[in-house]
């Protein structure tokens, strides 16, 4: 089933989310994706991730990991075919591609593979200038820091009024 939705009016009320969108619009006109290998996506903190793929039968030297802007490929490729005779074959040996769409400032650490599972290690690491900071204000009268206490609600006050 495919739908067709119209983005172009949420397009044209904001600024800055083309991206967004066309990671929409490619997502609803892709076909059924191909799940191959099975996977798990951890979010180990608030910004640490972990991608675990169970890549059996596959070495260090047949898989590529290729981090783009904004962009993770895993792929696989069996570098030799096997000379054997099987009876059954259950184990995969099939080439893959699985792409990751990446956040901004998400990088790659590292890549494992043990046991016939391959993690590999995300980080968000906002730079210094994305960081909230505190500002502060300057008057005729000195320095003054901005506070982080609110000022009470409007009917806090009133109810101090009325018992007074």
Same mark, same amino acid.
């Given at each position: 089933?495919?739908?067709?939705?119209? $983005?172009?009016?949420?397009?044209?009320?904001?600024?800055?989310?083309?991206?967004?969108?066309?990671?929409?619009?490619?997502?609803?006109?892709?076909?059924?994706?191909?799940?191959?290998?099975?996977?798990?996506? #951890?979010? #180990?903190?608030?910004? =640490?991730?972990?991608?675990?793929?169970?890549?059996?039968?596959?070495?260090?030297?047949?898989?590529?990991?290729?981090?783009?802007?904004?962009? $993770?490929?895993?792929?696989?490729?069996?570098?030799?075919?096997?000379?054997?005779?099987?009876?059954?074959?259950?184990?995969?040996? =099939?080439?893959?591609? =699985?792409?990751?769409? $990446?956040?901004?400032? *998400?990088?790659?650490?590292?890549?494992?593979?043990?046991?016939?599972? $391959?993690?590999?290690?995300? *980080?968000?690491?906002?730079? #210094?200038?994305?960081?909230?900071? =505190?500002? #502060?204000?300057?008057?005729?009268?000195?320095?003054?820091?901005?506070?982080?206490?609110?000022?009470?609600?409007?009917?806090?006050?009133?109810?101090?009024?009325?018992?007074?």
């Amino acid at each position: 089933m495919r739908n067709n939705y119209d $983005l172009s009016p949420f397009r044209r009320a904001t600024v800055g989310l083309d991206r967004l969108f066309d990671m929409l619009e490619n997502g609803m006109t892709e076909q059924a994706a191909d799940n191959y290998p099975p996977l798990d996506l #951890e979010q #180990e903190a608030n910004d =640490r991730y972990r991608i675990t793929l169970a890549v059996a039968g596959f070495r260090p030297d047949e898989i590529d990991i290729t981090s783009q802007q904004n962009l $993770l490929i895993v792929s696989g490729k069996k570098r030799q075919q096997d000379e054997r005779s099987y009876v059954h074959r259950g184990i995969a040996a =099939r080439s893959f591609e =699985r792409r990751f769409a $990446l956040d901004d400032y *998400v990088q790659v650490r590292s890549a494992d593979l043990r046991e016939g599972l $391959l993690s590999i290690e995300l *980080v968000r690491e906002l730079p #210094e200038r994305m960081k909230p900071r =505190r500002i #502060e204000i300057h008057g005729t009268e000195g320095a003054a820091r901005l506070s982080d206490q609110r000022d009470p609600p409007a009917n806090e006050n009133q109810k101090d009024r009325v018992a007074a």
